[in-house]
């Protein structure tokens, strides 16, 4: 009898350090998970030169935004630990300018927007997660696409017919995100299951595991349509 | 008891070494925690449950995954005797429904549309399953 209320005490316990004491999760799994934190200027350094790829690639439908004057670096606390979501807890939230629908970027490329704020955190779901849907355009010509999220994103919606090499640049055109943030490149098309359109694979130049700092474009209010 | 908490070790650290990379891993936690359900008691169920919640919640707030990751081992351990003398019966129907239930409930939407990976995902959590049996018949030997 003793035994039980041994558990029954220590499942009290544990309840209550979960509730009072999540962080210590979030620094054990970031212990097993390992990975070097990037710092602020290597990041701004890496965003600078990948707009120069890009410019040197001479895409004319569009400009790259300059970098974002009103942008906040955040550290990323935690990954969502299970499957087919992908979600990341940044240590910013709603007391410290965050909002809902701001978009967030690695490197200078778009990698989700914040889905929920909490006083000092927020969470984003990234093009990882398999609920993830953005309307986009390749390449020089401005290729309509819709790329789907997942462990693997794809461009699915491409018209038949449409001309997509291998290697032209993806960019945002959804009406919830700023026009034209990067976000990869075609890796190799194919036909579409129904026949009916083009699919193509997409190659990511980073993984979601090496994703410690990003930046939130607190200035960007998503329009309300 | 003692055994029960070095699987759900190895449990955690493989789901967050490497899940989300593809081998399989994402519901490791899960699925060892509804195998040791079939031969732990309630309580026993619920301590480990809440102290893997505790490891694995992401965000501050509760979600459904966290109250999943909780609840349903605890169901599992409460209708463990529904199979009596029939322990494979039992196991695989707890995993089955279990794994299923947690794709229903914490996300619906994904279960709209069967995309390959999440073929994958459930067919490794079987796998998992499998190599979890040898252990908790030993536990549930042990245990009588």
């Not at chain 1, 038949?160 to 700023?178: K, Q």
């Not at chain 1, 075609?186 to 129904?194: C, N």
Request: net charge neutral; charged share 15%; aromatic share 10%.
């Amino acid at each position: 009898m003793s035994g039980k209320y041994l558990l029954g005490f220590l499942t009290v316990i544990a309840v209550l350090l979960a509730a009072l004491q999540p962080g210590f999760g979030f620094w054990v799994r970031e212990g097993i998970q390992g990975g070097a934190t990037v710092s602020a200027d290597e990041l701004r350094s890496e965003n600078a030169a990948l707009k120069a790829q890009l410019a040197r690639r001479e895409i004319a439908q569009y400009q790259l935004p300059d970098f974002p004057k009103k942008a906040t670096l955040v550290e990323v606390y935690s990954r969502y630990p299970f499957g087919l979501k992908s979600e990341l807890l940044v240590n910013a939230g709603e007391k410290d300018g965050m909002r809902v629908g701001q978009p967030a970027l690695f490197h200078g490329m778009f990698v989700g927007v914040i889905t929920r704020v909490f006083d000092h955190a927020a969470t984003i779901e990234t093009i990882f997660d398999a609920r993830a849907k953005y309307a986009v355009r390749v390449g020089k010509k401005g290729v309509d696409a819709l790329l789907e999220g997942g462990n693997e994103p794809h461009l699915t919606l491409i018209a038949n017919g449409a001309e997509i090499e291998s290697g032209a640049a993806i960019y945002s055109a959804a009406p919830s995100v700023p026009y034209g943030l990067a976000i990869g490149a075609v890796k190799e098309g194919r036909a579409g299951r129904s026949g009916l359109f083009q699919e193509s694979t997409v190659t990511i130049p980073y993984g979601i595991g090496e994703i410690r700092v990003l930046e939130i474009m607190t200035e960007y209010a998503s329009p309300s349509l | 008891m003692l055994a029960a908490v070095f699987l759900c070790v190895i449990a955690f650290l493989l789901q967050v070494r490497f899940g989300g990379s593809g081998f399989g891993f994402e519901n490791t936690v899960l699925v060892t925690l509804i195998a040791l359900a079939c031969v732990l008691d309630v309580l026993q169920i619920t301590l480990l449950g809440v102290i893997a919640a505790w490891f694995l919640n992401w965000q501050p707030g509760v979600s459904a995954e966290i109250v999943l990751l909780v609840m349903i081992p605890v169901l599992v351990s409460l209708l463990k005797g529904t199979f009596p003398g029939l322990f494979l019966v039992g196991y695989w129907a707890a995993v089955i429904l279990g794994v299923g239930l947690w794709y229903v409930v914490a996300d619906f939407r994904i279960m709209t549309e069967v995309s390959p990976a999440l073929v994958r995902e459930i067919a490794l959590s079987f796998i998992w399953a499998s190599v979890c049996i040898v252990p908790i018949r030993i536990l549930a030997r042990d245990s009588r």
